[in-house]
């Protein structure tokens, strides 16, 4: 198993290995990236349908028949956010999204096998450059490229996640060493790449716990998390979307979950490698889900190291050492869902409930989050041998 037979690397995990700044597109999409481009002020104005609904896009058939991956990736980007910015840019959610921008985000999703709207790979792995070329991908070197209203909080949001996911490079390189080592019965080398791993966790958890420093749980919940809803489970929107001119949907309204940190596949690899299971739940059934919502190489290597993984069942036979380098492991990942609940509940939980699509209890993927984050930290934290 290679990290690059599925797209990956050791230097920069799940993100692209290109950088958006790099990447133009045709002349058709020129009014897109205007668009694009000015979408801070076109939300600004209140009445940013009155705007997006005069977005020439261009001849989606010819384009892909032609476009590199970069190509098609960095469309989806602008596209989504754009999409975003026509359903939950007004008071009133619509109940159809018109054809100048479901028709391309519907091919760009075809083609990379993505849902038509914003996914994660869109909002963070795709959507993030080095601001000095020549140094790492870390937190002071790096933008985000495309945004709603802008700022730092909203940038520095996605930026800790593109750190998270750079770092995790090197865990995900790891736990291909050790799908091996636990294979070959290799008990030392099983027990150097577990403290390593522990080592690199202990990396990404420090990322992690930066996220207060530049983005403040006000400011996140009033202007960053409201553009991130999708529309299926969503009380802020009553009737699912209709994509006009989408010939495959026929007419008939369609229901998505919205962008969010679930989808990334960091921790879901660590649970196959680590072999930990969760019991079902909403909050697994959702999670199940959301692997569709992952690009195809992700979720190929997600499903290509649970098969594979040998390594609780080694440990077990093993000495007691091998069994602690394991379970800090274990206790790594639920340290980071330890995180993530603490940041759910005051990022979204003790805030005032206002705006479109910004219920306190339900996630933008369109899940009740509290009691089942708790409940999956704590069945991953039991998981020790």
């Known amino acids: 198993m290679k990290l690059e037979d599925f797209g990956l690397s050791a230097a920069r995990g799940y993100l692209s290995a290109h950088e958006i700044d790099e990447i133009s597109l045709p002349e058709g999409f020129d009014e897109m990236l205007d668009a694009a481009a000015q979408l801070s002020d076109i939300i600004t104005t209140g009445r940013p349908r009155h705007w997006l609904k005069q977005v020439g896009h261009p001849a989606m058939e010819s384009f892909l028949a032609s476009a590199t991956d970069e190509q098609v990736r960095t469309a989806m980007v602008h596209y989504s956010f754009l999409v975003q910015a026509y359903v939950w840019g007004e008071e009133e959610a619509p109940t159809t999204l018109p054809a100048n921008l479901a028709i391309p985000i519907c091919a760009i999703g075809d083609r990379l096998g993505l849902p038509p709207l914003l996914p994660y790979s869109g909002y963070v792995l795709d959507n993030w450059y080095r601001l000095d070329k020549s140094g790492p991908v870390a937190l002071d070197n790096i933008g985000m490229y495309q945004n709603f209203l802008g700022g730092q909080d909203e940038n520095w949001f996605v930026l800790v996640h593109v750190a998270i996911e750079a770092e995790a490079g090197r865990a995900l390189q790891i736990a291909t060493e050790l799908v091996t080592a636990s294979a070959n019965h290799d008990a030392l080398e099983c027990e150097r790449l577990l403290t390593e791993m522990n080592s690199v966790w202990d990396a ?173 930290r704590d069945e991953n934290r039991a998981q020790t041998i």
């Not at 079902?280 to 649970?306: G, K, M, T």
């Not at 206790?331 to 980071?336: G, I, L, M, N």
Request: with cysteine; glycine share 6%; net charge positive.
């Open 204 to 376: 990404m958890n420090a990322h992690f716990d930066r996220m207060p420093e530049r983005c403040d749980p006000y400011i996140y919940y009033q202007r960053v998390r409201p553009y991130i809803h999708g529309w299926k489970n969503n009380p802020a929107m009553p009737k699912d979307l209709i994509y006009e001119g989408v010939a495959k949907y026929t007419g008939e309204p369609q229901a998505f979950r919205g962008q969010t940190g679930s989808q990334s596949s960091i921790v879901p690899a660590m649970d196959g490698l680590f072999q930990v299971v969760h019991e079902s739940d909403p909050l697994r059934e959702f999670l199940d889900e959301l692997h569709q919502y992952r690009p195809p190489q992700h979720r190929a290597f997600i499903d290509a190291v649970r098969a594979a993984s040998t390594l609780r069942d080694f440990a077990k036979t093993r000495n007691q050492t091998l069994k602690d380098a394991f379970n800090a492991c274990v206790e790594q990942v639920a340290r980071f869902r330890t995180r993530h609940l603490e940041y759910a509940a005051s990022y979204i939980n003790k805030q005032a409930s206002s705006g479109a699509g910004n219920d306190t209890d339900v996630g933008t993927g369109g899940t009740p989050f509290m009691k089942y984050l708790k409940k999956h």
